[in-house]
T-cell receptor, first 109, second 115 residues
Framework: GEDVEQSLFLSVREGDSSVINCTYT??????LYWYKQEPGAGLQLLTY?????DMKQDQRLTVLLNKKDKHLSLRIADTQTGDSAIYFC??????????FGQGTTLQVK | SAVISQKPSRDICQRGTSLTIQCQVD?????MFWYRQQPGQSLTLIAT?????????ESGFVIDKFPISRPNLTFSTLTVSNMSPEDSSIYLC????????????FGSGTQLSVL
């Protein structure tokens, strides 16, 4: 079945890099996403990667995809206090349906 | 990105009543979806809102409890019927603009509390 797993919590110091990891089981996904959710807010699309890509960089964000291991990661360079939030990885199918991980709470000290 | 307006942003409702949530998009979109986020949990897809036809529901969700309308390509409603405290959640609509599942955006959500 479809399953997406994330670690629940990450704490980093301001200025350090953050790496949030995600694993999934279904390899038929088309796009893989990272969303950010701040308290009381909806989901903000941060970045996404097509399933036939290995890496995507967008300013401070780097997404790495290892299709063989079904592993997705999000690296945030120079982490700031404003980056504190819950980060969700999600995989999508051609129908547009999204399967979400449990979310990783990023705490920036 | 798509501009998605969801109303209401939050509501407190009595057990047994119903609430209709609206999702308005600033341009025509082919894909519209409704998700539920229970307290401290991740998001779960309720249904796909199909324009001009009945919504497609995921396992565990039924039309009688969550009726959905989608009269055109920019608007959809989700009704939470006969509410109980277990329905207290954030409800979010999601849209795909380009006719593919690239770039799926979310509204700001409706925070529902049922007493």
């Amino acid at each position: 079945g479809e399953d997406v797993e994330q670690s629940l919590f990450l704490s980093v110091r301001e200025g350090d890099s953050s790496v949030i990891n995600c694993t999934y089981t279904d390899s038929s996904s088309t796009y893989l996403y990272w969303y950010k959710q701040e308290p009381g807010a909806g989901l903000q699309l941060l970045t996404y990667i097509f399933s036939n890509m290995d890496m995507k960089q967008d300013q401070r964000l780097t997404v790495l995809l290892n299709k063989k291991d079904k592993h997705l990661s999000l690296r945030i360079a120079d982490t700031q206090t404003g980056d504190s939030a819950i980060y969700f990885c999600a995989i999508s199918y051609s129908t547009g349906k999204l399967i979400f991980g449990q979310g990783t709470t990023l705490q920036v000290k | 990105s798509a501009v998605i307006s969801q109303k209401p942003s939050r509501d407190i409702c009595q057990r047994g009543t119903s609430l209709t949530i609206q999702c308005q998009v600033d341009s025509q979109v082919t894909m519209m979806f409704w998700y539920r986020q229970q307290p401290g949990q991740s998001l779960t897809l309720i249904a796909t809102a199909n324009q001009g036809s009945e919504a497609t529901y995921e396992s565990g969700f039924v039309i009688d409890k969550f009726p959905i309308s989608r009269p055109n390509l920019t608007f959809s409603t989700l009704t939470v019927s006969n509410m109980s405290p277990e329905d207290s959640s954030i409800y979010l609509c999601s849209v795909g603009r380009q006719g593919t599942n690239e770039k799926l955006f979310f509204g700001s959500g409706t925070q529902l509390s049922v007493l």
